[in-house]
Nanobody
Framework: QVQLVESGGGLVQAGGSLRLSCAAS????????TGWFRQAPGKERELVAA????????YYADSVKGRFTISRDNTRNTVYLQMNTLKPEDTGVYYC???????????????????WGQGTQVTVST
């Protein structure tokens, strides 16, 4: 049974920082793609950042490039999302998901991800 548990969300002022964690059990994240998605009220779930399995390649949404960093600790089987210079538009529920390897991965396509965590709320105030 694969389980993903997110943590680290909260309320922060604009310009602040948060670090989200996604701890996995039942699946070795270093062999699977892991992505952070967010969903704001009334909007679709969108990719924020992703990291591939064995190669560790990263992919970022244009809106977070230079502010967010995705990383993985293989010893803890955990993926992190360091979020700096947060903006009110970063507000939403953040989910981590994992996807099996693909020859041509669509990092942004949430339908390719087969397991999800329960989500953690991030609220950025002005």
């Amino acid at each position: 049974q694969v389980q993903l548990v997110e943590s680290g969300g909260g309320l922060v002022q604009a310009g602040g920082s948060l670090r989200l964690s996604c701890a996995a059990s039942g699946r070795t994240l270093s062999s699977y793609r892991t992505g952070w998605f967010r969903q704001a009220p009334g909007k679709e779930r969108e990719l924020v950042a992703a990291v591939s399995g064995r190669g560790g390649n990263t992919y970022y949404a244009d809106s977070v490039k230079g502010r967010f960093t995705i990383s993985r600790d293989n010893t803890r089987n955990t993926v992190y999302l360091q979020m700096n210079t947060l903006k009110p538009e970063d507000t939403g529920v953040y989910y981590c998901g994992t996807a099996p390897p693909r020859l041509f991965p669509r990092y942004w396509d949430y339908e390719e991800y087969d397991y999800w965590g329960q989500g953690t709320q991030v609220t950025v105030s002005t």
